[in-house]
């Protein structure tokens, strides 16, 4: 079955060091994006992509890339992890706009 | 710029009996309505979905949830509430101009007593 799944489940890593989130979907959807959960907020838009090559910033998107050069993958980037970046980070996909999106299991990220 | 508000953060309901969860938006454009489901230490699944046609919607394990055009509302209703339900509930909106970007409201969480 198609699906899209994050790795890794779980990470804590140090002030300052660069961390890698993956988000790997098999659908082949146009659309993916990057949500950060925090208690008290939902889900909030970091980046997301509407296909090969295009990144845009969301609504939290400081301290934070993306990069995409293949459909199937969006990986968040901390350039400089940061205590207040410790949250759980969702990757979702879509085909197009007028579709829903699907998410993956999240990341749960503890910067210490 | 929108906004998704979900007025309580939580609420507690006994078993069998009905369940409202309230979203209210306030969004310029037309909008797609989301409710979500999060189980703990689970991922996001949908619920339910509006993007146009009959205001009210039917989804999955018995939700529905109505749009209501002139209250900026888009409420989830059970009629009879499972242990199975305790969750958090998440209302979201996007719009197909904006490609499904989601704003999503802060989460109702649900606690289901025996």
């Known amino acids: 079955d198609a699906e899209i799944t994050q790795s890794p489940r779980h990470k804590i890593t140090e002030t300052g060091r660069q961390v890698t989130l993956a988000c790997h979907q098999t659908?082949?959807?146009?659309?993916m994006f990057w949500y950060r959960q925090d208690l008290g907020h939902g889900l909030r838009l970091i980046h997301y992509?509407?296909?090969?090559?295009?990144?845009n910033k969301g609504e939290v998107s400081d301290g934070y890339s993306v990069s995409r050069s293949n459909t199937e993958d969006l990986p968040l980037t901390l350039e400089s992890a940061a205590s207040s970046q410790t949250s759980v980070y969702f990757c979702?996909?879509?085909?197009?706009?007028?579709?829903?999106?699907?998410f993956g299991q999240g990341t749960r990220l503890t910067v210490v | 710029a929108q906004s998704v508000t979900q007025p309580d953060i939580h609420i507690t309901v006994s078993e069998g009996a009905s369940l409202e969860l309230r979203c209210n938006y306030s969004?310029?454009?037309?909008?797609?309505l989301f409710w979500y489901v999060q189980s703990p230490g689970q991922g996001l699944q949908l619920l339910l979905k509006?993007?146009?046609?009959?205001?009210l919607v039917q989804g999955i394990k018995g939700f529905e949830a109505e749009f209501k055009r002139s209250q900026s509302s888009f409420n989830l209703r059970k009629p009879s509430v499972h242990w199975s339900d305790a969750a958090e509930y998440f209302c979201?909106?996007?719009?197909?101009?904006?490609?499904?970007?989601?704003?999503f409201g802060g989460g109702t969480r649900v606690l289901v007593k025996p």
């Open positions: 979702a996909s879509s085909v197009r706009g007028d579709t829903e999106a699907f």
């Open positions: 659908w082949n959807h146009n659309n």
């Open positions: 992509s509407y296909g090969v090559q295009d990144t």
């Open positions: 969004y310029g454009a037309t909008p797609y």
């Open positions: 509006y993007f146009s046609g009959d205001t």
């Open positions: 979201a909106v996007g719009t197909k101009a904006s490609g499904n970007k989601l704003t």
